[in-house]
C-alpha cells in the first residue's frame, strides 16, 4: 500500500486528466482549500516516518506538514508546519486574509497501523495561517474546547467576525444507545451529528447555530450521510 502523490487537472472539453507535478509527501484524509491560483493541502495521514528519515511501512501517523500548488507554474512547495498534527479535519477561508482548521483527529503514536487499528485522539484546537505572512498560529482563547471536538464538520464564513462549523462526527453522548446515527470507529464510539456552532473569532466565543436537516459529515467540501 501507498499514499498517493498525484495532482491531476480535469480538462472538461476532453473529458480527460492531464498530470501535474507530484506533491512533495504522499498523504490521505487532508485538507484542501484553493485560494486563487494557489491550492494547499494541509495535514492528512501518512506513513509513520523512521529516525533516519526513512518510511515505516506498516505504521501510519496524522500530519501537521503542508503544501501549497501554483496551478500555473504546476509547481509544488512546501509550507511551515502548523502545530497540532491532525486529519479529517475541516478549513475555512476567511477574509480573504487567512485559512482556518477545525476539528480532526489525531492518531496515537506507535499504535497506528497501516490498514488496521488506528485509535486517535480528538484535536480541539483551532489554528489559523494567515495567507500573506504564511505563519501558522493556535488560538488559545476559545472559551469551551471540548465543543469542538469533532471529525469532518463543514465550515463556512457567515460574518465579518462569524464561522459557522456544522455537521461532522461527535463523541457520543451515551455510550450504551444504539441509535443509526452512532459507529465504532477504532474503539471510539461516535455520533453524526446535525448540530452547528457559530464561533465569533474576535472573541472566541461559541454558541448553538440553526441545526442541518439531516445529520451528515464533510469531506473537502463535499458531504456524505450515514445510511
Known sequence: KSFLRNTFVLDEHRSSLVALQLMK????????????????VLGGMGFR???????????????SSGEVCSVQADKWEAMDSFEHARQQFSVCHFNEKFIFIF?????????AVAGGSQPF???????????????????????????LAVIS????????????????LIPAEDQESDSSTD???????LTLTHQSLILDVTVGSIKHGPELN??????????????
Open 103 to 111: 476539528g480532526g483527529k489525531k492518531l496515537k503514536e506507535g499504535k
Open 214 to 227: 439531516t445529520p451528515s459529515y464533510f469531506i473537502s467540501g463535499s458531504y456524505k450521510l450515514l445510511h
Open 153 to 168: 464538520p463543514g465550515t463556512a464564513q457567515i460574518a465579518g467576525s462569524q464561522i459557522l462549523i456544522f455537521g461532522g
Open 183 to 189: 459507529f465504532v470507529d477504532a474503539g471510539t464510539k
Open 25 to 40: 509527501q504522499g498523504r490521505a484524509d487532508h485538507g484542501l482549500h484553493m485560494h486563487g491560483d494557489k491550492i494547499y
Open 121 to 147: 485522539d480528538f484535536v480541539k484546537e483551532v489554528e489559523v495561517y494567515e495567507i500573506e505572512k504564511k505563519t501558522w498560529k493556535t488560538l488559545n482563547y476559545i472559551g469551551e474546547p471540548q465543543r
Open 49 to 63: 516516518t523512521n529516525e533516519d528519515g526513512s518510511e515505516h511501512a506498516s505504521q501510519v501517523q496524522s500530519l
